[in-house]
């Protein structure tokens, strides 16, 4: 099958590891997998600030980028729902309709398409797993505190699979980090306070590494962490499973 | 904006100076959510309740008028007197003409939003008129001539130590006395004097049926009884959006509404007004303020079925971290961040941003509001009349400018993570509201997009 | 126009097109006995509950539990000096000083251990409110599952007033501490009569 890598900007400008396992895990399972090098950004920056026409040219981008691909698969909650929710072309809407149909978040790529059950991967480690809002309410990826319904994890059942991992409990399962887009400057004092209270809970329960599907909710908090000298570091999922 | 023309950013900056206190505010209203989800999850139909509910007042939403019309009729049947406002003003006079027709100056009140909305208390003291909130949270916001920061818990953000010096200093408790129990126990000797000598109660109103004409009134401290059944005159205030179209629909709202507000089973009281009291005289004033106005926007009427619940409130990690005078509006929170806007663009455009979008309030609202779809939206519409800075505008088109062409993007990057290896104190700086609190990511030598050129390309045609 | 044509000028125009009611469904909430579960509601609020045979077990409570109370009142006619009876001709400031209330309930809910009054039937709409402890009767055939359910039992009955009383009153506005005898009454009792 043919997948389209989408890489959201800060993970292709900060973070490559991520997107190179991301890419690596994608191979392991039998994808054609190809990084369109003209994409940019999704265009959630603009949008959430309240700018949706500036983030046509982006639109245009990933319609004109990822048309050809039976599936297009991002390491990204937030990017992926943005995308599915508000990728419009004023060139080809039909094909930016396909799109929006093929894209996947990863976790939910390997569980729901790829039904991967199980991983060659490693990880001896304490680890908590942070469930970033716009993955886990808005693509579903994992069941939320505040519903009468069935638990369920995409994510977490990836992470079962993982050799020597140990999973942490939390004291809020599901409480946003505080990064939020440009909300982690526009309201930096909420936005902080937030972020050091998920990483408050994570290092009273043990954790040695704090995991999830956003890179931006793991930047925030990585960023909190070395501010206050922690030994607990982060790191995405792809880079878990990838082994 | 409010508040000495601080924004919700600047005050909920001035909130987070006392780490411990916003501890102190996040833990109790996170512990009130806590409540919320247990008392939930015991009904195990608590989803399709909630989608039972929300259809009701997706009818109700759409045949406003007819209903209106109709509860009217039959409150009147019922020997109500029934008065229609137009905005606060007029909700502030015709409250007032009830009074001095009657001559009375001293009154009592219970919980009502909408009378915080209209500002009714300050119009009333303005003519000279004495108006004791009844509610304990509320009375204790009064004695301290502040808003309520929350529309259900008015005072949450009062230490019971604090509460025991005003109390000290307005009901002569003894000093240094924090005891809930007995502070509580004052307040009621003290409140109970009010409610046998004050000749007209003002209550809220929770539903209203238009079947009947009668309406609800919920409290747990039972308070509005108090006032309205000792009262000559009772004046019940409300939203035209508390409308619900059948008395059997009290079944379902009854069941919502407590368990979403404090994981409570049902209040202590759901009071049904239907008639006056013999010999007392009743009056429902109907309250538009905007209602119709908001009624109109297609992506934001949704926020009409709110039931005044303040579960968003609860469960909001920016609220929780903010408290509710950050919002400088009657109702804050997630609920209030989408009304208020309708009312005053310029003075409210701050609220929408005000938040992560992270979804938390539209899984517990009762009514299923999409409100976090509608904080999105208003951010569309604000931008659109122009309510933002020019220097975010500016910063916005330069980053789409940048995005747009990805060989400058390219450049830029590559720049960018050079001058963070190289000259960090560039970026790592006081002007740079990230590196305040946080650290930034360290700055790889290499993008993605160039180890993929390197390592990839040979392979695939590009 | 007045105030009331423009209001509902603005709303028809503004309003969405019709959109129907839908269907009130009940689900079983699977108590297994529905005595217990109001019970357990009822005590879990502040409350107390007594099975009792008869009006004289009531009484025999009441004179012993409030043995310095000085006013003790009831909708029912209980044939004693020491319970003063009461009815609809009753000034509610005259009630002031009530230290124990004893009505009648027409039913009780076992999701949240409410009871049903009708003006009717409490005689004066401030008695349950205004009294320092209140006791309510009610037969035991009388306790239903949901509110969906004391719905339909109260279909189109006609009163002035009404109201569920689930509990003693109660606050927890200081610091979320819980205080039961808020304005209305510190203690509620509820009798279910076999």
Known sequence: MKVGLFIPCYINEFYPNVAIATLQLLEKFGAEVTYPLGQSCCGQPMANSGFENASQGCNELITKNFSSFDYIVCPSGSCTLHIKDHLHSEKNESD???????????????????????????????????????????????????????????????????????????????????????????????????????????????????????????????????????????????????? | MGNSGKDHAQLADIFNKDEARVDWHDETLWFVRQKRDKAVKAIPEWE????????????????????????????????????????????????????????????????????????????????????????????????????????????IHWKKEEIGELFHQHLGTPKGNADPQFLTNAARLHLREKFLTRKVAITGVNFAVAETGEFVVCTNEGNADMGAHLADVHIACMGMEKIIPHRKHLGVFLRLLARSATGQPITTYSSHFKTPRKKQELHIVLVDNGRSVQLGR????????????????????????????????????????????NLDMK????????????????????????????????RQVLVKEGHVSIVKKAGINGMAFMLNHPSLLKVIGKTGRWAMRNIPFVVNNKMNPWYKQRDLPDAPKESFNEWYIKNKTKKNEQ | ????????????????????????????????????????????????????????????????????????????????????????????????????????????????GAVWVTENIIGERV????????????????????????????????????????????????????????????????????
């Not at chain 3, 205004?130 to 109260?154: G, K, S």
């Open chain 1, 96 to 243: 930016a309709k396909n799109i929006r149909n093929k894209i996947f978040e990863l976790t939910e790529f390997l569980i729901d398409v790829l039904k991967v059950e199980k991983l060659d991967a490693k990880f001896p480690y304490k680890v908590g797993m942070h469930q970033s809002c716009h993955g886990q309410r808005g693509l579903k990826l994992s069941q939320m505190s505040e519903l009468v319904a069935a638990p369920f994890s995409k994510p977490l059942q990836l992470l079962q699979m993982v050799e020597g991992i140990e999973l942490i409990e939390l004291k809020r399962t599901d409480e946003c980090c505080g990064f939020g887009g440009t909300f982690c400057v526009a309201e930096e004092a909420v936005s902080v306070k937030m972020g050091r209270d998920r990483v408050q809970d994570h290092e009273n329960n043990g954790a040695q590494f704090i995991t999830g599907v956003d890179m931006s909710c793991l930047m925030h908090l990585e960023g909190i962490l070395k501010r206050k000298k922690s030994n607990v570091k982060v790191k995405h999922i792809a880079e878990i499973l990838n082994g």
């Open chain 2, 48 to 155: 399709q309740l909630r989608e039972t509910a929300s259809q009701i007042k997706n009818n109700v939403l759409s045949n406003l008028d007819a209903y209106l019309i109709q509860f009217e009729e039959q409150a009147k049947k019922n020997g109500a007197i029934v008065h229609w406002a137009a905005d606060a003003k007029e909700h502030n006079e015709i409250v007032h003409s009830i009074l001095a027709k009657h001559s009375v100056t001293k009154i009592v009140k219970s919980k009502s939003m909408l009378t915080e909305e209209c500002h009714l208390n300050p119009y009333l003291k303005d003519k000279g008129i004495d108006v004791v909130d009844t509610d304990l949270g509320e009375r204790i916001v009064q004695l301290a001539d502040e808003a309520p920061s929350h529309i259900v818990l008015p005072c």
């Open chain 2, 298 to 341: 297609k992506d934001f009427r949704n926020s009409l079925k709110c039931i005044r619940c303040a579960a968003c409130f609860n469960t909001c990690p920016v609220y929780r971290r903010s408290g509710g005078h950050s919002y400088h509006t009657a109702i804050a929170g997630p609920i209030g961040s989408i009304l208020a806007p």
């Open chain 2, 347 to 378: 003075q409210y455009a701050d609220l929408p941003f005000a938040s992560t979008l992270c979804g938390s309030c539209s899984n517990v609202c009762p009514v299923k509001i999409d409100i976090h779809d509608q904080l999105y939206k208003w």
């Open chain 3, 1 to 112: 126009m007045s105030s009331r044509e423009k209001i509902l000028l603005a709303v028809k125009q503004a309003r969405p097109d019709f959109i129907p009611l839908p269907e009130l469904i009940k689900y079983d909430q699977g108590y297994n006995d529905l005595q217990q579960q109001f019970t357990k509601i009822l005590e879990g609020i502040g409350g107390k509950v007594y099975e009792v045979n008869s009006l004289e077990e009531i009484f025999l409570f009441a004179n012993e539990k409030f043995k310095e109370a000085k006013r003790i009142v009831s909708t029912i006619s209980f044939v004693s000096d020491r319970i003063e009876t009461i009815d609809s001709k009753t000034e509610p400031h005259t009630l002031e000083d009530i230290d124990l209330a004893i009505i009648n309930a027409h039913f009780a809910v076992a999701e949240n």
């Open chain 3, 127 to 194: 008695l349950p409110f205004i009294c320092q402890h209140l006791a309510v009767i009610i037969n035991q055939e009388n306790i239903i599952a949901t509110m969906q359910d004391a719905y339909e039992i109260i279909g189109n009955n006609d009163y002035g007033f009404a109201a569920f009383i689930a509990g003693p009153s109660k606050t927890a506005d200081i610091e979320q501490s819980l205080v039961l005898g808020a304005h209305g009454p510190k203690t509620m009792t509820v009798f279910i009569m076999k």
